[in-house]
C-alpha cells in the first residue's frame, strides 16, 4: 500500500489526523508513521490507524469523510471504566459494546470467571458479544489465542448430501462465527491469525483429546450437545483457558431420541465458584424488530400446546 494512500495528496488526510489529535506529534516518514504524546492517545490513534488500512484493503479508497466518521467515534482510553459496556473498536470503527442489560451482565460474568454459560434465544447477541470478549483478551494479550466452535448438527437438513469436501460441508454451520470475527479484526491480520492458529473455527468433534491452555475457548449452539459431548467439551479446560458456552434451549436440533446436554450442565454446576450464568430473553433481542415479535409469538404458541 502507497503511503499517499493513507495521507492523503499534499498530507491532506495526514492534516485533518493532526486536528483531530492536536496534544500528539504526527509525522510520517517513509513507510512509517511516528506518533508521540501521551501513551493512552497513542494507543487510541494507533487503532484507528489500523482501521484506515483495513478499510483501504477493503475498499481501495480512503476519503475524508471516512476518516472523519472513524475519528469520531468515542474516544476510548486504557483506563475507560469496564461498566459501560465497551468492548474494542471494530473495522471500519465501529464501537462494540454490550447493547442491553443483559449483554452487559455477560461481559462482566466473563471478568469474574472463568467459565460463563449464555443462555437466551435467537437474536439476543449471545455469540456475537461472547465473540467480542474473546478478541478483547487476545488484544490485551491476556490470552494467547482463541478457539471457537459449535456441533455440526442438522436443522433440518442432511449434511451428507452437501457438496465438497469436509471443510466445505462444515463450514456453513461457522459462518456466523466467522461473520462476527470479520466485523471485529481488519481481513489481513485476520487471515494471518487463521494461517497461523491463533484463530481457530473447528466442529465440537475437533476438540476431543485435546488440552486448551491459554485460549478464549467459545462453544456456541451448545443445547445441540449431547451430555456426554459437553461433558467431554468442559474437561478440555487447560491452564489459563477461559470458557464461554452460549445455547438456546428452544432450539434443539438433535434427534428426539437424544437429549441435550446443555441443560444437565446448567443444573450440576450451578453454583460452583469460578462458574457464571447469564440469561438473555426476548428483551435482548437487537436484529430486526420483527425477531423481537417472532420470538415471543412462538413462546406463546409453546405455552398453547
Known sequence: MHPIEILGINNQN????????????IVARGNEIILKGEEAEVKVLEEKFHLMVAHILKYAKLSEEKITDI???????????EGDGFLLLGNDGMVIKART????????????????????????????????IAVRALKRKEVKRIIITRPAVEAGENLGFLPGDLKEKIDPYLRPL???LDDMIPPEKLKLYMENRTIEVAPLAFMRGRTLNHAYVILDEAQNATHTQLKMFLTRMGPNAKFIITGDLTQIDLPKKQQSGLLNAIHILKGI???????????????????????NAYEQFKQVE
Open 101 to 132: 442489560p443483559n449483554q452487559l451482565k455477560l461481559i462482566e460474568a466473563s471478568n469474574k470467571n472463568d467459565l460463563i454459560f449464555a443462555i437466551g434465544p435467537a437474536g439476543t447477541g449471545k455469540t456475537y458479544t461472547s465473540v467480542a
Open 273 to 295: 465458584e469460578g462458574i457464571g450464568i447469564t440469561e438473555l430473553t426476548v428483551q435482548d433481542v437487537i436484529r430486526h424488530k420483527l425477531v423481537k415479535s417472532i420470538v
Open 71 to 81: 475519528l469520531g467515534n468515542i474516544q476510548i482510553t486504557e483506563t475507560e471504566p
Open 178 to 180: 466467522y461473520d462476527a
Open 14 to 25: 495526514l492534516k485533518l489526523i493532526q486536528q483531530a489529535y492536536p496534544k500528539l506529534k
